[in-house]
């Protein structure tokens, strides 16, 4: 009888070992370069208004409480435009905050998936419109509206220009909100739901907790963008300088009256008058200064008001009766779903205005042909101006506001991250004006380019950057808790959960702020008639950088819309507008397909 003996089994191969994720140190230089140009973009302008106001003797006294500016008698007092500028940014906020927060909520919490998503980019259709055309339908409607209600002629006024800017802002709102609150998982919902919770009460204890700092963020873009914009309030305020009230029934008289604010002021003709040195001069760059200190002042004042929420919050709240739970939902949710009726009358009626006054746009010649004259041609040239500064502006802010964001949502300390975000708000609240000046010296002058597409190009990068970083950021900090604790628990480095979690979370929301930013870009005026455009002559396609212009739509519609009296001049202003609006709204398409491709099944199913 054989004995069989026992054999060893083979040894089972050794599973390969699954490859390690790369260790993407090169994630710091990037996230550390866009915090860098932030804070550089801010030194440069604090040098600029800092030589400036060295190179000239100021009354910063008389500066900040006289009302009255005569640069004739070397008067230069800043008081009524502080006061015009905190006016109308407050009637902005007061309109803007309350329709938006609602509409975003309304947008996110009450409609189904398949009528939000329509809704939603429709919302966002409105914040890619550029300034310059608010600023042309405030002078076609809001100053009519004015002029009849409060009988004051032509209707340029504070009120004017804070309706506009509340316009102006609302999409701007509702479109960084609704992502915040997008971002919040829907276990949390689920779990308050089986509570017995109704749909307000979750929204209130469960969603809106953890979608205040993105929320917030929404309403800091929009004050930086009414602070910072010029164009729009510079067509519909009067720019009447000295305009201050002395008592409380004079606040409200002068709300319908013709105004100043700092941004008017120095987007006029005054900053070129001024020269570069001397008193009238460094006044200038004093109001700039203030501008800048009243941003940032806006921004900790925000700061302060997260706290004191949070400890309110923590304290508990009124709880509400039982019998009136039901009641209140409805009556909440009714008055949220009315909110959101608004954005969409507004852009039924701008498309309605945009498509009556602008028909000239349906003309395929008016496209494809180059401008014949002041006012007559096509507008070929302008369009590939405008599209050559709008894509160069966002190749080169994508990178540089993405870094940032996420270093400001991740990396960044407490308190690190607070300082990061106020120079942020700062630099994207700064007049564009101040912007263009500065680009003019530096790049126009000290470099020698003379006006140059890349010039405008650079000068429109601190609109963007900031527009991506601030929303970026409000995603990092929307992301659950768990994510983070799992990404780190399988050993990955700061830099590998930075590349492999943290990117493709913050990727759908940092396309909404591109797309917000290059909207605000696309509008800008002030900035690109001193560094890259000029109103007619200048070849479509640049041959090089150095002495090499471009026409562009906006500084085209704006020296238009100057000529109020030349009904030519008014057609050509008004289908320019058309068809600044038409290449905005593929660009927001394009951005809309990219952004649902990347966020998930929320908003593709």
Known sequence: MAVKTLERPPAAPEPEASPRPYRSRWIWAWVFTGALFMAGVLLVLIGYLGVGVAGGEIDWHELLTEASWNPVDSVFGGLAMIYGSAVVCLVALALAVPVGWAAAIALSEYLPPRLARPLRMSVELLAAVPSIVY????????????????????????????????????????????????????????AAFSLGLTRREVVRSAVLPLARSGMRAGVLLGLARALGEAIAVFLVVGRADGRLPSSLGGVLDSLVHPGQTLTTKLAGPEPVLAGTSGPYFASICGLGLVLLGLVAAATVWGSRGKTRSESVRRRGGHRQAARMRGELDRVVGSMRLAALLLPGVLLLGMLGILATRGSVAFNPAFWFSSAVGAAGGGVSG?????????????????????????????????????????????????????????????????????????????????VVVPVVALTTAGRVRSMPTETTESALSLGLTRAQYIRSVVVPYTWPATITGLLLGLARAAGETAPLIFTATVFFGAPALP?????SPVQSLPTHIF??????????????????????????AVLLCVAVALRNRFEGERWTT
């Not at 106020?422 to 000046?437: A, N, Q, W, Y």
């Not at 041959?543 to 002495?547: D, E, F, L, P, S």
């Not at 100057?562 to 050509?572: L, W, Y």
């Open 543 to 547: 041959g090089g950088i150095v002495a």
């Open 559 to 584: 020296t238009l819309s100057q000529d109020s009296g030349d009904p030519q001049a008014v057609a050509q202003a008004w289908g320019s507008a058309m068809v600044l609006v038409l290449i905005t």
């Open 382 to 462: 302008q369009i590939v101006g405008t599209l050559l500064l709008v894509v160069t502006t966002g190749l080169i802010s994508l990178p540089l506001g993405f870094g940032a964001g996420i270093l400001l949502g991740v990396h960044a300390s407490k308190r690190a991250a607070r300082v990061l975000q106020t120079v942020t708000v700062v630099v994207g609240g700064t007049p564009t004006i101040l912007l263009g000046l500065a680009g003019f010296v530096i790049l126009c002058t000290a470099m020698g380019w003379g006006r140059s597409w890349l010039a405008g190009a650079i000068v429109l990068v601190p």
């Open 135 to 190: 600023g042309l339908i405030g002078i076609l409607v809001v100053r009519p509206v004015i002029a009849s209600l409060a009988d004051v002629p032509g209707g340029d006024s504070l009120l004017a220009a804070g309706i506009v800017l509340a316009v102006m802002i609302t999409p701007t709102i509702v479109a960084v909100s609704v992502d915040a609150l997008s971002a919040v998982p829907d276990r949390y919902r689920e």
